[in-house]
């Protein structure tokens, strides 16, 4: 009475399916229906040209292989915006580096050769603050206008390329149409 079905737990490999069937209470081995990928039906297939079926549905809610291959996605970047961020970070460790330069200059050489505390504003006689204010004081190392330079670079790229008279298809007329900056930065 009943059906016995035996399958391993899930597994994020699409083709790792695997099982059998058998009627309960019967020991005769013939009578096993084993199932692989050959007879494995996965979510929005279409079965034709067949009278009936007997189906199960086995891997399930987050135990579908279509859950367990769902991964989140990377952000992409081209290889030049992948280049300009590094150069980024690379002066803003040079402007960290530099102010805490100064700041240990300033500090070091009170009344030498920097200005003595007795002149500075009392906020700006702790270190911490001299850092931020030295932070301040050389922030154009960081050129954000290299940002907007880059965007405008994009746009001069993608019309020289819906402009170039050699991308032209005299037969179709139709000329190329950059429609993604993606590309041209690949380019």
């Known amino acids: 009475p009943g059906v016995e079905l035996k399958f391993p737990n899930p597994t994020v490999v699409l083709s790792d399916v695997r099982g059998y069937l058998q009627p309960r209470g019967n020991g005769d081995e013939s009578l096993i229906c084993p199932y692989t ?5 996965p979510r929005g297939c279409v079965l034709r040209n067949t009278p009936w079926i007997l189906g199960v549905a086995v891997y399930v809610g987050d135990d579908t292989k279509t859950r367990l291959n769902a991964s989140t996605s990377r952000m992409k970047f081209s290889n030049m915006q992948v280049n300009l961020n590094n150069c980024v ?3 803003l460790v040079a402007l960290c ?6 700041t240990i200059v300033s500090v070091v050489g009170e009344g030498g050769i920097a200005a003595d505390s007795d002149e500075l504003m009392p906020a700006a006689r702790n270190p911490i603050i001299r850092f931020f204010m030295f932070c301040i004081t050389f922030y154009h190392v960081v050129p954000l206008s290299l940002y907007v330079m880059y965007e405008m670079l994009k746009l001069l790229l993608a019309y020289q390329v819906n402009t170039d ?3 032209y298809d005299p037969v179709r007329d139709v000329k190329a149409q950059a429609r993604t900056a993606e590309i041209i930065e690949e380019m």
Not at 37 to 41: A, G, P, T
Not at 97 to 102: G, H, K, T
Request: glycine fraction near 6%; aromatic fraction near 12%; hydrophobic fraction near 45%.
């Open 97 to 102: 580096v530099l102010s805490i330069y100064a």
């Open 37 to 41: 990928e050959d007879n494995f039906l």
């Open 165 to 167: 008279k050699q991308m």
């Open 89 to 91: 970070r690379g002066l």
